[in-house]
Structure formats: structure tokens, C-alpha cells
């Protein structure tokens, strides 16, 4: 079954609103959190991350809140952007030596003009 | 300058043959990765290296063996092609002691 759940599976928004994307997971042990953004035909690009100590990160427009107990985040984007459409996953890492990454199914956003 | 190279970008294969697929990181990383992306299905870690030794292997069948000639070099070679290994195969890096992954442009593998 899915360690990583992602909701919605698409969305899409108008040019300057506030895009929230999901993601819940399973395992407790999980202790890094990435975000990816891909655009079709391309490798995922790290796009922002967080640790499972802290609530919150910001990277301009890019916000991640982080619900630990409820084992649930989200990636919020601010001014949403017509270059911002793209295929967003999250992504929790397993602890240990090999640093593996896994995947949810991802958000596919349109931002529309 | 593309950090990370895939080689090739596009590949179609024939059922049963078999194929090489190169990945080589200019980051100065240690640790090394293939994931592969299938339709309908989360990107899926496969194999992990770190300074050329496997780490993790992921992957039950023997028909892929990742090979690391160089430090900055991980190729994938998948032997006795199926039309389900039809996917999109993705390259990725580490600096040891860090938490990011950097991943490559990707191969699409098309096998018939």
C-alpha cells in the first residue's frame, strides 16, 4: 500500500491564488520530508524539504507546514504562476544508510491565467 | 552545464535484448541512485551506492545490475528486456552526509 498519499490528485487554480497541495504518510520513522516539482519530460527538481523536528519552512513563494502528529503536510504556493504548473511530489525519506526516497503519486497543478 | 547526464534520452529496445543505460554526476556526490517512474505508479527506488559500494537494492529481479566503473558513474544494465520495464528510468545523487537528492533528466525506456 501507498506509504506516501498525496490529495489532490489534480488541481487547478487561477493565476495569483494560493495553491494547497497534500500529503500524509504511514510511517512514524520517516524524518525528512522533500517536495519535488517536475515538468513534462523532466527529472523531478528538488524544490523544497523539510525536517520532521520543525513545523514550518518557507522558501519564497513555496510554504511547508508540517502536522507531525497527525502525520500530515502540505505545500502551499503563494501567487500562484502560470510557470508554476507542473507535477509536485512528496516525498519522505527512510532512515538509515541508503537515504531512499519514497514517492507519492503527485499533484498535477494548473495554474491558469 | 547539466549536472547530472543521462544517457540516452530515449531508448526502444526489443523484447529479450538488452540495454545499458548511463548516468554520470558532476556534483562531486558519493552516494548515487536509480529510481524508475512507471505510468500510474509512484517514482520507485531501485538500487543505492555510496563511494561504489551497493547500499540497497530494492529490485527482485536479477535482470538489472547497476555497474560503477568511476566514483561519478552509475549505469544500469537490464538484460532479458520486458514490455513492463517499459519506464522512465531517473539517475540521482547525494553529497554524503546530506539530505538532498538531485535527480538526472531520465531515460525513457520503451521496450516492444
Same mark, same amino acid.
Request: net charge negative.
Given at each position: 500500500q501507498q506509504q506516501v498519499r498525496q490529495s489532490p490528485q489534480s488541481l487547478t487554480v487561477w493565476e495569483g491564488e494560493t495553491a494547497i497541495l497534500n500529503c500524509s504518510y504511514e510511517?512514524?520513522?520517516?524524518d525528512y520530508f522533500p517536495w519535488y516539482q517536475q515538468f513534462p519530460g523532466e527529472g523531478p527538481a528538488l524544490l523544497i524539504s523539510i525536517l520532521s523536528v520543525s513545523n514550518k519552512k518557507e522558501d519564497g513563494r513555496f510554504t511547508i507546514f508540517f502536522n507531525k502528529r497527525e502525520k500530515k503536510l502540505s505545500l502551499h504556493i503563494a501567487d500562484? !504562476? *502560470?510557470?508554476?504548473s507542473a507535477t509536485y511530489f512528496c516525498a519522505a525519506r527512510v532512515t538509515g544508510n541508503t537515504r531512499k526516497l519514497i514517492f507519492g503519486l503527485g499533484t498535477t497543478l494548473q495554474v491558469q491565467p | 552545464d547539466p549536472k547530472i547526464i543521462q544517457k540516452p534520452k530515449y531508448l526502444v529496445a526489443v523484447t529479450g535484448s538488452e540495454k545499458i543505460l548511463i548516468c554520470e554526476q558532476y =556534483?562531486?556526490?558519493?552516494a548515487m541512485y536509480w529510481y524508475r517512474q512507471s505510468a500510474k505508479k509512484p517514482l520507485e527506488f531501485m538500487f543505492s551506492y555510496s563511494y561504489q559500494k551497493l547500499?540497497?537494492? !530494492?529490485?527482485?529481479?536479477?535482470r538489472f545490475q547497476p555497474q560503477s566503473s568511476k566514483k561519478n558513474h552509475l549505469d544500469l544494465q537490464i538484460t532479458a =528486456?520486458? *514490455?513492463?520495464?517499459s519506464a522512465t528510468y531517473f539517475c540521482a545523487s547525494r553529497r554524503t552526509g546530506d539530505y538532498e537528492q538531485y535527480f538526472g533528466p531520465g531515460t525513457r525506456l520503451t521496450v516492444l
Open positions: 510511517n512514524s520513522a520517516f500562484s !504562476q *502560470p510557470g508554476d | =556534483l562531486g556526490h558519493n547500499m540497497d537494492n !530494492q529490485t527482485a529481479s536479477s =528486456l520486458k *514490455p513492463d520495464d
